[in-house]
């Protein structure tokens, strides 16, 4: 089955500068990446996802790079604000399949 | 996005007794539903998938007569957590998949956490 790796744990940013969180997997057939963020207590929230077909996306402050070669994506957050600190889980899967199969998470902190 | 609500939010419970959570998806219809639990500090493990008619799909290692899932509409699924032990406390999480111009989208309810005495 697939398997996703995710790091950092945990990742320490000053406001204002960038964050990036690396996930790799293994099912050359997954085909669907999304990313969400958890804040304490609360269910996780997508904030951007990619497909397959596509190399790179962005919303404002996210963006979301993959490299179907190599098995890997990333999370890029620019401007990082104290509202930004939660955990980030990055998943993936093959589409119509529906099962995500999730990383071990990333506590962000950002520190003012 | 799509709104998903888990009612309740939390519940504390004795040991031995029955737990029903229910999942609603608001504003979509759901043809299929998953539910997650999550411990502390630790990344969701799906549990089972849930399609609306049908028999829920259980992974591996859960126990379908313990954790007993209905999907009944395209809006609502239940989670029974059956004769609930200490062990079984966690915080539990549904989501809801959406389809769009052929493709799919899972959106989180906001969780139910459940601490058995």
């Known amino acids: 089955g697939e398997n996703v790796e995710q790091h950092p744990s945990t990742l320490s940013v000053q406001e204002g500068d960038s964050a990036v969180i690396k996930c790799t997997y293994s099912?050359?057939?997954?085909?669907?990446f999304p990313w969400y963020k958890q804040e304490l207590g609360k269910g996780p929230q997508l904030i951007i996802d990619i497909r397959s077909n596509v190399g790179e996306k962005k919303d404002q402050r996210i963006a979301v790079t993959l490299n179907k070669t190599a098995k890997h994506f990333s999370l890029h957050i620019t401007e990082t604000q104290p509202e930004d600190s939660a955990v980030y889980f990055c998943a993936a899967s093959m589409g119509s399949w529906g099962k995500l199969q999730f990383g071990a998470g990333t506590q962000v902190v950002v520190t003012p | 996005g799509a709104v998903v609500s888990q009612h309740p939010s939390w519940v504390i419970c004795k040991s031995g007794t029955s737990v029903k959570i229910e999942c609603r998806s608001l504003d979509f219809q759901a043809t299929t539903m998953f539910w997650y639990r999550q411990f502390p500090k630790q990344s969701l493990m799906l549990m089972a998938t849930s399609n609306e008619g049908s028999k829920a799909t259980y992974e591996q290692g859960v126990e379908k007569d313990k954790f007993l899932i209905n999907h009944a509409s395209l809006t609502l699924s239940t989670l029974t957590v059956t004769s609930a032990h200490p062990e079984d406390s966690s915080f539990y999480i549904c989501s809801a998949e959406i389809e769009a111009s052929g493709t799919e989208t899972q959106y989180f309810g906001p969780g139910t956490r459940l601490l058995v005495l």
């Open positions: 099912d050359s057939a997954s085909n669907y």
